[in-house]
């Protein structure tokens, strides 16, 4: 895991479906998912909201792979949903107003969680990236996970691009992760001493009905239950590829990094749950490039500095893998035009609203985005 010799990564996207007149969502998905399975087969699947698709990438060890798999899959997402009539738009909330209740899709997972939530779900409609290394000790990935839970309001922070939510501006640079926090069951996992601790605490989270099932907990960073990787999930989708590819790449180096302390015997540090549910509130409020808590060694510091300690932890894995000028290069684009949250604002005050927003958001993602990498200049 060290060197030349990287872990392989794989990213999960999830997209809302828009109707081009309304910019209204549709409830299309399992349509638009039959289509594009015909072209790229498991790597689509359908989502808790039936107005959702969800696109995976095979693992791939360079990022320039997984760049072009996410391009792969994105374009038959997009030529399924446009045959469909309705277009692919990655933002982590719905931009206008959302009519009627929300339409879930057919999984007995999903409908058992409406009736275990109930009102709760009636506006449950958030997109994700969720990003996978390949870490296949369980034990290890536990232990890895207590090193890389005070990185995760950063994380919510560099990925926050939901400042709109069903035709208002919620004042939030990351909205998703705000609905997902009112959810006893999401957001940061607790501190585990081993494999087995974490187990007890999903059980008993699960015994008072706040978690459907405990082998499938739904926190921001776990082990996943079927797959061999540790399991990023606190990040909002985005709809440039370059920003998703970097930012995978950086979460690739702070496990590397943080599993290699965890197995010289490092437990990690004891971050007090309370401190980090409320970074990650911070840093959903503030987006880049505001300021948090640092959920590790305390204080409240400027996210870009933040970005700096992590860049340093991470510099010698990003290095041996070849992957800093990917991320440099999306720390710059960050430094000249802002975050997801930022530009949706931007676009909103140019003179097409929150549907020219959409529009936007919709360009976006059909063409990947219009950040280039180049550029080394680290943050």
Request: glycine share 12%; with cysteine.
């Amino acid at each position: 895991m060290t060197g030349s010799n990287p872990p392989t990564i794989g990213v999960e996207e999830e997209y809302f479906l828009v109707d081009p007149a309304t910019r209204d969502v549709a409830p299309v998905g399992a349509r638009v998912v039959a289509r594009a399975a015909a072209a790229v087969g498991d790597l689509v699947a359908q989502e808790f909201a039936s107005h959702q698709v969800e696109g995976r990438t095979p693992p791939c060890t360079g990022l320039d792979r997984l760049h072009d798999e996410i391009a792969r899959v994105r374009a038959a997402l997009v030529a399924a949903a446009r045959e469909e009539g309705v277009r692919l738009c990655a933002s982590g909330t719905p931009v206008v107003e959302a009519h009627g209740p929300l339409r879930a899709g057919e999984h007995p997972r999903y409908r058992a969680g409406l009736e275990q939530y109930r009102a709760m779900l009636d506006d449950f409609s958030v997109s994700a990236l969720h990003v996978h290394v390949h870490l296949p000790d369980r034990e290890l990935a536990v232990l890895t996970g207590n090193h890389l839970r005070p990185w995760l309001p950063l994380l919510v922070a560099l990925s926050a691009n939901s400042p709109y939510h069903r035709g208002h501006d919620t004042g939030y640079a990351g909205w998703r992760t705000v609905i997902r926090g009112r959810f006893p069951c999401l957001g940061p996992p607790p501190y585990a001493a081993s494999l087995e601790d974490h187990r007890r605490l999903a059980v008993a989270v699960a015994e008072t009905g706040a978690m459907l099932e405990p082998d499938m907990p739904f926190w921001d960073l776990r082990p996943h239950p079927r797959l061999p990787t540790l399991e990023v999930r606190c990040m909002d989708v985005s709809p440039v590829i370059a920003d998703t590819v970097a930012l995978a790449g950086l979460v690739r180096a702070l496990v590397v990094s943080s599993a290699q302390r965890a197995a010289e015997g490092d437990p990690g540090p004891r971050v007090d749950a309370e401190v980090l549910r409320a970074a990650c509130w911070r840093a959903a409020r503030d987006g880049w490039p505001g300021s948090g808590p640092d959920a590790g060694a305390g204080g409240v510091e400027p996210v870009a500095e933040q970005a700096r300690q992590a860049v340093r932890q991470a510099r010698p894995l990003l290095d041996g893998y070849g992957d800093r000028p990917r991320v440099a290069a999306f720390f710059r684009r960050l430094a000249e035009s802002g975050g997801g949250a930022h530009r949706q604002r931007s676009w909103a005050g140019t003179g097409g609203g929150l549907q020219g927003v959409v529009d936007r958001l919709v360009e976006a993602t059909e063409h990947g985005g219009t950040g280039g990498d180049g550029g080394v200049s680290t943050p």
